[in-house]
């Protein structure tokens, strides 16, 4: 019998991945781990953790959905046999190896879509409420937020301005098609079971 | 963590700096670092007594995880600056003790630990080459051998990062540059976990940017010890 492959996966890309699995993409079923686990990583490694172990003792069949999160997310993957996306983050994912490096040598911002109508929660938490430390702290090393559109949900165009009046930092859209992200899950999925 | 320094209310500066450093109060950290100076404490002193604690101070309370991700980096963001505050009075261009070249190694964009290891290279007395982020193994090599650096310093922040300094340590074993130049490595993912050191061909490492000057001071006489017995 084949086994179901679960996608362990960060709440940042729900939308994309039940987008790949509704266009046949991808196959099996799909867990979110809630997004703002990336800003405690000892949690989320011991909750990812937790979740391996209990899919492993279920029989699943695991891809791991996450960049380098966390300290030991490489040995999470091996010690389960879980594929893991080849990605350092899930902004990496979407837009391949070479498109992201170009963004980071211009110092851009990347802003994700789930992560876009998060912005100030997460924001406001990391620098303060006060907008001068933020723009002090962004405009040092950042040039422009650049947000990934990846075609499922409208741009949000409200937060996004917000976000760019709360930094300093213009914004500007890029287009971003989910085949990138498709051929990292499948190479990820044909892993799986390999790096025990 | 104490705080002691000849002539000068060390103990209760680096409080207060350490207070603003993780309440993100980056003005408040400013003026103390300020008011240290203004007071007459020379800068050597609110680097030994005051700043360093409090960086020391930091890295134990994130390792313990009673901060955040995100005041971890604004905090040694503010260390960055209170640093940089210090600094002009430390340089001393008659007394380099070498050249050190550093960057982020392949695909790792954590350029903030590197900076502060820089400048604290600088204020101890090395002349830096930084080379920035996501710097490829053949061109921290080749700016060590223009230069002639003895110590090499890559970072990565991750583990993932962390792996591709292999392919450093095996171009300069390539290269038969193994017994020349000695390969420092450091960021986050190294305090985390410390077998990584030896994974990826690493000389030797320092927890924190304090002890930047002192692991690349060993590094270098090592190189040049070997080259002397050969």
Known sequence: MTR??????????????????????????????????????????????????????????????????????LDLARESGAGRVDAINCAQLLLGRKRYRELMREEAF???????ERWEEVMTDALGPDPATARELLGEHRSVLVYLDTGIVPVPEVQMEAFSAYSGLPWRVERVRLETALAGLLEAEAREGDET | MSSSGAGCDCEGLYRQ??????????????????????????????????????????????????????????????????????????????????????????????????????????????????????????????????????????????????????KLRELIDREGERDHIKLAVGGAVFNWRPELVTEVGGDGTTRNAIGADQLFTALQEQALARELSS
Not at chain 1, 35 to 62: K, V
Not at chain 1, 110 to 116: D, G, K, M, Y
Not at chain 2, 46 to 61: F, K, M, N, Q, S
Not at chain 2, 69 to 88: G, H, M, T, V, Y
């Open chain 1, 4 to 73: 179901e492959t679960v996608w362990l996966a960060c709440g940042v890309l729900r939308e994309e991945l039940t987008r790949l699995r509704h266009d046949g993409g991808i196959d099996g079923k799909l867990t979110f781990l809630d997004s703002l686990l990336h800003m405690n990583p000892p949690l989320l490694e011991s909750t990812l953790s937790e979740e391996l172990r209990r899919r492993r003792e279920e029989g699943d069949r695991i891809v791991l959905v996450y960049g380098d999160c966390c300290a030991g997310m």
């Open chain 1, 110 to 116: 990347l802003v994700l879509p789930e992560w876009a």
């Open chain 2, 17 to 166: 700096l350490l207070d603003a450093m993780i309440n993100a109060n980056r003005a408040r950290a400013a003026e103390v670092v300020e008011s240290a100076l203004a007071g007459g404490i020379p800068p050597a002193e609110v680097i030994t007594h005051i700043l360093d604690p409090a960086i020391v101070e930091l890295g134990t309370r994130w390792e313990g995880e009673s901060i955040s991700l995100a005041q971890n980096f604004i905090a040694s963001k503010i260390a960055e600056d209170a640093l940089l505050r210090c600094l002009p009075d430390r340089e001393d261009p008659d007394c380099r003790k070498g050249v050190a070249v550093i960057g982020n190694i392949e695909d790792d964009f954590h350029s903030l630990g590197r900076r502060t290891v820089g400048l604290f290279l600088g204020a101890a007395g090395w002349q830096v080459v930084d080379l920035g982020n996501d710097v490829p193994a053949e061109q921290f090599l080749e700016k060590a051998l223009e230069v002639g650096a003895r110590v090499i310093g890559v970072s990565a922040m991750m583990q993932t990062t962390a792996i591709n300094i292999k």
